[in-house]
C-alpha cells in the first residue's frame, strides 16, 4: 500500500480548514444580509404605506374642497335682500348652520371654561430659536441596549420596550419641557375640570386633535402563517374609543401582564370613562368625602388624578380586538364592559398575534425587530413638527454592559452612560491615539454627569422565615458597608441614601440619617430575635415551627451586570462574617424578571427608575400588592400606617402637608427596612460632540425659566453634520 507524504496529508488538512470557515463565513453573511434585506423591505412598505396616506390626505382635502364649494354655493342661493331672521329661519341657512357645525365647530368643547393644557413655550419658541429658520430633522440615533425582549406587548414590564410603546404612540397630554407637574398639550387640544355627576368631585373632559391615525401594520414583520385581511393595511383615525379601550383592557383581571398589573394601581379610582363622540371623552374619578380642617367634609378626587388623565395613552382596537383573518374576537362587543370583562378575549390579548410589533401614531413609528436590532423612523405626519429631530433610531441588543462600551469605542452608538467601573478606561481610551484620530475627524467625545431617578436596593421577601422581623432586616442593613461599595464598586459614583424617593426631591427627607455600617450591632439585633450559633459550625440557627433552622437564604441578581454581581459577592462576604450563609443566584434577564413576578426569591439586587412628581408611593408600598402576582410590591410588604400615608396623600392637595406625609412615610420605612437602600448611582453620559441639545433644563434657566428635571431629555437631540 502506497502511502502519501506528510506534506499531502497537512495540504488536505489546511484546505478543509479554509473551506469550513468560507463557509461558516458564507452562511454568516447570508444571515446579515437577509436581516437587511429584511429591513429593507420594512423601507419599502412604510413607503407604501406613505403613498397610501397622501391619498388619504389628498382625498380629505378634496372631500374639504367640496363642501366649501357646496357652502358658497348655498350662500350665493341665499336672497341678497332677505332679512337676517329670514335668513335665520330659512331651511337653506339652517341647512348651512348644521354643516358648520358638524365640519367646523366642537359642540362639547366649552369655552367657558379654562383649558387645563398650557402651551409648552419651550417647544414653541425656545426650541425654534435653537435650531435655526433652516432646521430639517436628518440623521441616524444609534443605541443599544442589553438583551432582547421576548415580545412587544403593550403591557411589557420590560422599562425599555414601554418606552419604545411610549415615543411610537400619544398620550392625552404631556408635561411641560423640564418642568415636573405640568401639562401641555399633546392629543387633546383641550381638557377641561367639570363638576362630577350629582356634584360629587371633579371628572375630566378630553377634546382630542383630529386626523390623527394609526399607521397601517406591515406583512413583512408577521410570519408567514399569518395572512393580514385588507382591514389591517389601511390607516385607522385614534379616537377617544382608543383611549377608553387602553383603560377597559388595564383593568381586566385576566390580563395578568405585569406593566397592566403595576398600572391598574395607578388607574384603578377610576369610576368609569364614558366615549361622548369620536373626538371626545369624559374621565369620571371616584370622589371620597374629606374632612377638611374646617370641620367640613369635602368631595375629593385624588390629587394625581388630573397627572394620571393627562397620561393617559391609546391602545388600537383596530388591532387588538381582531383575529388577522378581520373577524372579531368577541362577535358581540356592544356592550361598553366588554373589554375590561370578559375572560376570553383577555387570553387571546395576552398571546395576541400582534404583540411582536409597536402599532404606531406617535413621534416615532415602529420598523421591525430582528434578533439584532430594533428599528424606528421619524413620523413626517406627526403634529408637532419638532417631536423628532432626526430621521431614524436603530437600537442593537447586547449581552452586556461591556459590548456597549466596546461599540461607543469603535463609534457604533452616540451617547454611553459609563459604568464606574470604567472610568479608567474611559480615561485610557481618551489618551489613545484611535480617540485622538476620531477627534480629529469631528467624533470627539463630550461627558455629562449628574444623577439620575433611581435608586439599587436589596429586597428581603418578607414571606420567606428569616426576613419576618425588622430587627433582623436592620441587621442586614447594618452588616453591608454601603460607603465601601460606592467608593470600591463605584469608583465614587454614587450617594447614599435612607428611602424611597429621589435623592433631589422635597418629598426625601435629608434629616434621616442612614443606618450605620456595625456588624457588632448587626450581631446584637440577630441574637435578640433568637438567631445563635447553637452548634458552633459557623452559622446562625433559629428554631422555627419545631425546627433548628439553619440561616441560609440565596440573592438573586442579574448576572451580566459585573458591578451588580461584584456587590453581590462582597454582600455574601461580609453576611458571613456575623454567621449569614448568603448563597448568590445570578440569572439571565428573563429569570430575573419572572423571579419578580412571581415573588419566588429570597432576597433579590435590583434598581428602581423613579417616576416623575408629584410622588406616588402606592405602586411599590401599598399593602394590596403584597400578595398579588406581577405587583412590585415584589417583598410582601404591608403595614397600616404606611397604607394611611398613602391614602392621605392621594387626596392632600397642600404642598407643605404633602411633604410632611412623605417625610412620615420615609420615617416609617427606614425604620422597617424592607429594602437595604444601596445608593443612587451618579451617570457620566459621553456622547459624540454632533450631538447637540445634551444639556440638564434644571441647569439652563436662561432657556427654561422655572425647570425642575435633573436630567437630559433624549428627545430633542440632533445630530449636527456640518462640524
Known sequence: MNKEPIGLYIFRFILGLGLFAFMGMLYWSSVLLEEDVKFLRFDIAALKNDIFGLRSDTEKIREDVLKAVVEEFRQAQTPRNASEDELSASPKAETLRAARSAFGKRPHIDPALPNLLEEDSFYAETLPKLLGSHFKPSGVLHGDTIG?????????????????????????????????????????????????????????????????????????????????????????????????????????????????????????????????????????????????????????????????????????????????????????????????????????????????????????????????????????????????????????FKDAPTAIWADFQARKIDTYGVQPDQLIELESFLQSASYQEQAKQGYGVKRLDYLPRLYTYVGWNEAKPYFKTKKVRQALTMAIDRQRIIQEYLNGMGVQINGTFFRNSSAYDSSIAEWPFNLQKARSLLEEEGWYDSTGSGTLDKVINGQKVPFRFSLTYFVKNPILKAICEYIATTLKEIGILCNLNGVDIADLSAAFEDKSFDAICLSWSLGTPPEDPKQIWYSKGAKEKGSSNAIGFANPEIDAIIEKLQYEYDPQKRTELYHSFDAIIHEEAPYTFLYTPKVALVYRQYLQNVFIPADRQDLIPGANATEPDNSIFWIKTNL
Not at 271 to 300: H, Q, Y
Not at 310 to 338: C, H, W
Request: charged share 20%; net charge neutral.
Open 148 to 396: 432582547k425582549p421576548d415580545n412587544l406587548h403593550p403591557f411589557s414590564n420590560w422599562a425599555q420596550v414601554a418606552n419604545w410603546i411610549d415615543q411610537c404612540t400619544v398620550s392625552v397630554a404631556k408635561q411641560q419641557f423640564g418642568k415636573y407637574e405640568t401639562l401641555s398639550p399633546d392629543m387633546a387640544i383641550k381638557m377641561e375640570a367639570r363638576p362630577g355627576k350629582n356634584s360629587k368631585g371633579t371628572e375630566f373632559w378630553v377634546h382630542l386633535r383630529e386626523g390623527v391615525y394609526w399607521e397601517p401594520l406591515n406583512p413583512e414583520l408577521f410570519a408567514q402563517e399569518i395572512s393580514l385581511a385588507p382591514h389591517f393595511l389601511r390607516k385607522h383615525p385614534v379616537t377617544a374609543h382608543d383611549f377608553k379601550f387602553h383603560w377597559d383592557a388595564m383593568m381586566n383581571p385576566y390580563v395578568e401582564e405585569a406593566g397592566a398589573v403595576a398600572l391598574r394601581t395607578y388607574y384603578g379610582d377610576i369610576e368609569a370613562i364614558e366615549v361622548i363622540d369620536p373626538l371626545t371623552f369624559v374621565v369620571r374619578w371616584k370622589a371620597e368625602e374629606i374632612l377638611e380642617s374646617n370641620g367640613t367634609k369635602v368631595p375629593k378626587v385624588k390629587y394625581i388624578a388630573k397627572q394620571l388623565t393627562g397620561g393617559m395613552r391609546p391602545l388600537a382596537s383596530f388591532v387588538y380586538q381582531y383575529f388577522p383573518d378581520g373577524k372579531k374576537i368577541i362577535d358581540e362587543d356592544s356592550n361598553p364592559s366588554t373589554y375590561r370583562t370578559n375572560s376570553v378575549w383577555a387570553q387571546n390579548f395576552s398571546q395576541h398575534w400582534a404583540k411582536n410589533i409597536i402599532i404606531s401614531c406617535g413621534p416615532w413609528l415602529f420598523q421591525g425587530m430582528t434578533e439584532r436590532q430594533i428599528k424606528f423612523r421619524r413620523n413626517p405626519n406627526y403634529y408637532f413638527p419638532l417631536g423628532v429631530l432626526v430621521n431614524e433610531m436603530i437600537v442593537e
